[in-house]
């Protein structure tokens, strides 16, 4: 497993607290996690999900303390057509959550 992707598993595992909370956020088997950070092989779709998920959630951070950030993952968002931010990390759709996470920071300033 490349060094980037292992290390986002662990940067994210610190913020969530478990590798379980990780797996549910990707929608894997917990025991996958555990897995990816002893070494095992990902494979490409996980790998693109893991950068997603990191990718938002940095961007979250900064504009949101965790425990609103986290709120934000899991709640309906107008911007998403009343969608979880969560299920499209899931699915991949990283266009469609980075312009929620602009338009939100633009209102935040507006």
């Given at each position: 497993m490349p060094l980037a992707t292992a290390?986002?598993?662990?940067?994210?595992?610190?913020?969530?607290?478990?590798?379980?909370?990780?797996a549910d956020l990707l929608g894997v088997n917990r025991s996958q996690v555990t897995r990816w950070l002893r070494g095992a092989g990902i494979d490409p779709?996980?790998?693109e999900r893991i950068d997603l998920?990191?990718?938002?959630?940095a961007s979250l951070l900064r504009q949101y303390e965790?425990?609103?950030a986290r709120a934000w993952l899991f709640g309906l968002n107008p911007h998403l057509g009343d969608r979880r931010p969560i299920d499209l990390v899931r699915a991949g759709r990283a266009e469609e959550l980075l312009r929620a996470i602009r338009a939100e920071r633009a209102e935040s300033f507006a």
């Open positions: 290390s986002k598993i662990r940067a994210l595992r610190r913020d969530f607290k478990t590798g379980a909370a990780i779709l996980n790998a998920l990191e990718l938002v959630w965790p425990a609103a």
